[in-house]
């Protein structure tokens, strides 16, 4: 019995011994990092490379400490999914986008360059919210293009700013909300004799009947009227946004949700109706009305700085909450929590 005490003593020591040595090494790995990477790498640790944009004027791909610059967002792919942009992108960029080696006083304003089809409702109202909160933080204008498609959550996340440009063979439009679809196999599970049991607690947990007969009237299932109800809301907040954005160039309530729904347009149609502010626009076009909204001098010197996901960074071995921890001490504990849902962002005060 002894014997066997002691080597379960021994493996469980032995195990102990290795957690301990690599949660060592990986402290050391952070820690190597913050000493030895330079000023505009200091941000790989966390997932981010930045980068500076060549332009029409400056070429430079070195960043330049000296000069104002431009922040650019890419909001592309499907919105807060896999491949695409999520709002916790969206929340680093701007955190790190005025902390060192960047001088926030330098800063002069965000271009969103954006070809996406949409996606979530959080990510894209948390995306929104948090580039609205930013804009009105630092006072510095948003302009946003569009090289490709900009409809549902990626419009959604354009309202933000306050001029829209596009190509002329881009996309634009289709506000609104989508869920689905729900699927029924009765029949076919029937055929094949495969039956299922669903377990639910509550009246009218179960969403909707997978494996079993619809109703005649399953349209009005309560559980489906509270996922309309829910897409109803979600959808009257994004009207009142697009609205809100847009009524100076003639969007209104009742010509969104009875005339245009969640049509798209091409680009004259959209310049058309309220959507955009040019549709035949270059993203250096973009460019120059922002610098020209922004406190710069029409010949003044600037650069164009992005953020890149970095391919491997001591994020994959990290969750986000402990990121988002070595975060804030790394940075400073001069943090607001906003919170939206699930989803939260800070803002460096």
Known sequence: MNGH????????????????????????LIAISAVFNSDTSRFAAYGLKMAVVPTERNSNTMYDPTLPYFLQISIDDVIGMQ???????????????IKAPLNVNNLKGIILNINSPGGTVTDSDSIYRALKAFRQKQNVPVFAYVNGICASGAYYIACAAEQIFTSPISIIGSVGVLTGPFFNVEGLASKYGVKAVTLSMGKDKEAFPFLEKLPDNYENLPSLNGWKTCMGAMYAIFVDIVVAARTAQGITKEKL???YGAQIFPPD?????????????????CVSALVKKS???????F????????????RSFLSMRLMTWLEMVTFGSQARYLGCNDKFFYILE
């Not at 020591?13 to 957690?19: G, V």
């Open 257 to 259: 949700t009875g005339e």
């Open 295 to 301: 406190d710069l001098a029409d010949d003044a010197n």
């Open 303 to 314: 650069q164009i700085i992005t953020f890149n996901e970095n391919a491997w960074t001591l």
């Open 5 to 28: 005490e002691s080597i379960w003593k021994s493996a469980l020591r032995s195990f102990l011994k290795a957690i301990v040595s690599m949660f060592g090494i990986l402290i050391g």
């Open 83 to 97: 491949n695409g942009i999520a709002s916790e992108d969206v929340d680093r960029m701007l955190r790190y986008a």
């Open 269 to 285: 149609l959209a310049h058309k109706y309220g959507y955009i502010d040019n549709g035949n626009a270059t993203y250096f076009d």
